[in-house]
């Protein structure tokens, strides 16, 4: 199993950028597939993206496509998120979440078994 550690939230102005990270811990991480979630306060959980096991593959929500990146780096148990053209609608707890499968419904939060704690991004106009 793995257990996913976010970093790099904080404060940023409209149109600026943050990168989050997230470190798993185990040996099999490369077995799993990486997610980005947030929440808003007063939201439901909101899919944000996916990458799939090796990195080849990744997916995004409408609302955060073209502005963010995902990816990975499987030598460091690491998944990233760089966050371009903030705005604040963007503002949210930002969760990383692992997977032992990429399937069609990456976007489904029950597709994931292990989850962090969160990280609070907060974006002022």
């Known amino acids: 199993q793995v257990q996913p550690v976010e970093s790099g939230g904080g404060l940023v102005q409209a149109g600026g950028s943050l990168r989050l990270s997230c470190a798993a811990s185990g040996r099999t991480f490369s077995r799993y597939a990486m997610a980005w979630f947030r929440q808003a306060p007063g939201k439901e959980r909101e899919f944000v993206a996916v990458?799939?096991?090796?990195?080849?593959?990744?997916n995004y929500g409408n609302s955060v496509k073209g502005r963010f990146t995902i990816s990975r780096d499987n030598a460091k148990n690491a998944v990233y998120l760089q966050m371009n053209s903030l705005t604040p609608e963007d503002t949210a707890v930002y969760y990383c979440?692992?997977?032992?499968?990429?399937?069609?419904?990456?976007?489904?939060?029950?597709?994931?078994?292990?989850w962090g704690q969160g990280t609070q991004v907060t974006v002022s106009s």
């Open positions: 990458i799939s096991m090796s990195g080849s593959m990744t």
């Open positions: 979440a692992a997977s032992t499968s990429y399937s069609i419904d990456y976007y489904q939060r029950r597709r994931y078994d292990y």
